[in-house]
């Protein structure tokens, strides 16, 4: 691990002007994701600023009916606060259904959004990764791609998002707050928070160099029953090779979001008017365009099964 100097920021604007005024620096929380990249030289910052102080760790009510959940809130207080295991069931099954119980309970909701990919060849330095090191190639376009994305991807990066968190806030239309180094606020749609790759890979999301998460608002509840069922290689403790977050309805409306197929949480509200209709009539439109490679074409049936599978339970 390269040197690197430290900070503790004193309030969520003096975090993005650090940031933003200082080379290479990142914010750093519980550090699951971080730490593990900047032992193996993926990341690299020269100044972590740690935001653990700034009292971000509550959820409040808010005015229209929802939630309104602090950046720093452990994924572990989340998944187990009262009115989430009520009114947001998809969330707390999603939570739960990520990493093991000791990285939940230092993981953040700000983090979790901004984790990177699990793609084996970003994390090996020795393999090309436009991701990692804009163009060098991606390794995996003619690799190892069993776990990768089958649609969203470009010919520079087929990369995955891994959080199932942000599966579940993308089906329920949350919405990502933020402070700027000029102390303005903006609230970001999650449907355009995580960016897909086009021609710049290395670009995640939507946030300005030293923008810095404050919270995640979830709207009023949706009602109906909640799923969110993730097929894996390992029973634990394994990333998603398909996971479905879906709200139905009595009526047999609803909503559909999928993990694991794409380079961000995965959802287009015009395939949820076919959830009456069944798991093929929406994997229709929803994987509409999907080009997976030989390795990963399973996906496809995997995704429409995993559906069925919820549509099953949601009649029973």
Not at 122 to 143: H, S, V, W
Request: contains cysteine.
């Amino acid at each position: 691990m390269r040197a690197f100097t430290y900070e503790r920021a004193e309030s969520p604007q003096q975090a993005a002007m650090a940031a933003a005024s200082t080379d290479h620096a990142r914010f750093i929380a519980g550090g699951t994701n971080l730490l593990d990249l900047m032992k193996i030289e993926v990341e690299t910052p020269a100044h972590l600023i740690d935001v653990n102080g700034l009292g971000l760790d509550t959820i409040e009510n808010t005015d229209d009916g929802g939630l309104r959940v602090g950046a720093l809130v452990r994924n572990t207080d989340l998944a187990a606060d009262p009115r989430v295991r009520r009114d947001y069931g998809v969330l707390s099954r999603a939570l739960v259904a990520g990493a093991s119980g000791q990285l939940r309970n230092k993981a953040t909701t700000g983090g979790n959004l901004l984790q990177r990919t699990r793609c084996p060849y970003f994390y090996d330095t020795n393999m090309p990764c436009n991701k990692r090191q804009p163009g060098t190639g991606c390794a995996a376009l003619e690799g190892f791609s069993r776990q990768l994305a089958i649609i969203g991807g470009s010919e520079h990066c087929i990369a995955t998002h891994p959080s199932d968190m942000a599966v579940a806030m993308r089906l329920l239309d949350a919405e990502v707050e933020t402070v700027l180094p000029n102390g303005n606020t903006r609230a970001i749609p999650i449907a355009d928070f995580h960016r897909l790759p086009g021609d710049t890979p290395r670009i995640d999301s939507a946030l300005i160099p030293g923008e810095f998460i404050t919270a995640v608002t979830l709207p009023r509840p949706l009602g109906g029953k909640h799923f969110y069922h993730k097929v894996r290689d390992r029973a634990s403790y394994a990333f998603a090779l398909v996971s479905v977050a879906a709200v139905v309805r009595p009526d047999g409306s609803g909503r559909v979001a999928l993990g694991g197929v794409a380079p961000k949480p995965w959802r287009r509200e015009t395939a949820d008017a076919a959830l009456p209709r069944g798991a093929k009539a929406v994997m229709a439109r929803l994987l509409d365009g999907a080009e997976p490679t030989h390795e990963n074409r399973f996906k496809v049936n995997l995704a429409e099964r995993t559906l069925a599978a919820v549509l099953a339970e949601a009649k029973e």
